[in-house]
């Protein structure tokens, strides 16, 4: 499974920005989502999830602040960001099952 995120990218505090993580796989539609982000000398950090069903969970830290959402037919999740701060500054994983990665996308907010 190839996952390939994008999006990420330089934004003042305050901004926006959209992730995309886009996929070939044929069992996407089945497949639970997962967005985490690393920050250099840190542990991995869960962000937010989608299952197939669409529930979504987000951690506390971005609740109310970032979306997380599937396109089923483009086999694609996305990640909306909004009223960023420089605590976002990572780097942006997409997963499935948590299982599969993609490359990752640096965010960096700064002013």
């Known amino acids: 499974v190839q996952l390939q995120a994008s999006g990420g990218g330089l934004v003042q505090p305050g901004g926006s920005l959209r992730l995309n993580c886009r996929t070939s796989s044929a069992i996407f539609s089945r497949s639970d989502m997962y967005w985490y982000r690393r920050v250099p000398g840190k542990d991995r950090e869960f962000v937010a999830s989608i299952v197939s069903g669409g529930t979504v969970n987000y951690a506390d830290s971005v609740k109310g602040r970032f979306t997380i959402s599937r396109d089923n037919r483009l086999k694609t999740v996305y990640l909306q960001m909004n009223s960023l701060n420089s605590d976002d500054t990572a780097v942006y994983y997409c997963?499935?099952?948590?299982?599969?990665w993609g490359q990752g996308t640096l965010v960096t907010v700064s002013s």
């Open positions: 997963s499935m099952w948590q299982r599969y």
